[in-house]
């Protein structure tokens, strides 16, 4: 037992241990199946995974970073194209684009909700923009509305980054539902994790699907015989037995997550004038709080470091998703963007903080939380 006064950022023992013998059971099958590769709990999962996100097919790979990789190039987005992509996301989704061959070309994010503006991203339209990935950041999503009506008026493909939004909803649809390709990925922390890496990628459209099928294995519809320059990227068979038995929870994990956000918001809110504001939540319970993260104003009277100190000296652990914005990432200079480039992205990334959030986080612990920011 952890004691109360301490709180981890995530943990997940909390969720598996329930689940323990029916994982195990999982694993074993495949065992004694032997088909550790693209076997009967991969096909299984992926129908099932597809279906939950509102969409026909689903076709498992390696990681998340791959899903947006395949997702872009199984649309015919690859050398020479330019990909709109928000300045403030995990790393993850710039290298999704290069590793296609495209361009990304960044965009600054909306101050209140943290997700890609749109007004900005209509700015930088080429006329060889092809696509934009749209991240649906903290486990909200980009509203649909708004994202189908960008991708008709420009005449883009929409691939999304759903890597942390599994079964987010809004305006009706599922996260992943609304691109011509929705990609996820199933790193151990996020809503649905694996027990190592692995990605989907769902769609509605059936040659995609098939596209996508070949490119994960070495570009072969047919064994021995490539018709694409393909890659070896598969979700393992173990891993989509354990994702089977795990994914019937996940809509009670997110309402768990939902619920505990609702509790930090109610005892945030009296630090609203005092420069403490959570990411804003335009999707109510669809909303399924990847991160809880809160922004720290600079008429706090300490900045975010010190606050994230305070809080570890009280046993609280807190993240920063994430601390540098793209566009200054040592390694992401040859994209050519400069400090000043994207300002409410650089702002965001020096004041937000994420709180601990997982589903089985108490409402003690909650509590404890929020009366020790209340104190600094
Ligand atoms: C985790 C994550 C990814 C990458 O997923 P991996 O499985 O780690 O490759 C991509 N985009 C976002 C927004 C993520 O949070």
Request: glycine share 10%; with cysteine.
């Amino acid at each position: 037992m952890t004691s109360l006064k301490t709180v981890p950022f995530v943990d997940l023992k909390i969720q598996h241990e329930p689940l323990h013998k029916e994982i195990d059971q999982a694993i074993q099958t495949v065992i004694q199946r032997g088909d550790f590769v693209l076997g009967q709990a991969l096909r299984e999962f992926e129908s099932a995974f597809a279906q939950a996100c509102g969409v026909e097919y689903g076709v498992g790979v390696a990681s998340g970073t791959d899903a947006i990789t395949l997702g872009l190039k199984a649309c015919g987005i690859g050398s020479g194209d330019e990909v709109l992509v928000p300045a403030n996301t995990f790393i993850a989704t710039v290298i999704g684009v290069l590793q296609a061959g495209a361009t990304p070309i960044l965009v600054d994010c909306d101050p209140e909700t943290a997700l890609i503006d749109l007004n900005q991203a209509a700015k930088v339209v080429t006329t060889k923009t092809k696509g934009i990935v749209p991240v649906h950041l903290y486990g909200q999503m980009v509203s649909p509305r708004a994202l189908l009506d960008f991708a008709g008026a420009y005449n883009l493909i929409i691939v999304e980054d759903a890597a942390q939004a599994h079964l987010g909803q809004r305006e009706g649809y599922y996260a992943g539902s609304v691109g011509s390709v929705g990609a996820f990925s199933f790193y151990p922390s996020k809503n649905l994790g694996a027990f190592g890496n692995g990605g989907i990628v769902v769609t509605r459209d059936e040659d995609i699907a098939k596209t996508l099928r070949s490119l994960r294995n070495y570009g072969a519809p047919s064994k021995y015989y490539h018709t694409e320059l393909g890659i070896n990227s598969r979700l393992d068979t173990i891993q989509a037995g354990i994702l089977q038995v795990k994914l019937p929870h996940l809509s009670q994990w997110n309402q768990l997550r939902n619920e505990a956000a609702k509790q930090y918001d109610e005892l945030l809110k009296p630090l609203e004038n005092k420069g403490i504001v959570p990411i804003k939540n335009y999707s109510e319970e669809g909303h399924v709080y990847h991160l809880y993260v809160i922004r720290i104003g600079q008429e706090f009277p300490f900045n975010r470091e010190k606050v994230q100190d305070l809080l570890g000296n009280k046993g609280i652990q807190t993240g920063i998703h994430y601390p540098i914005p793209c566009h200054l990432q040592p390694a992401y200079k040859a994209l050519g963007y400069q400090l000043g480039d994207f300002p409410n992205a650089e702002d965001l990334c020096q004041q937000i903080l994420s709180l601990p959030m997982y589903p089985g986080l108490s409402t003690e612990q909650i509590e404890w939380v929020g009366s020790q920011i209340s104190l600094l």
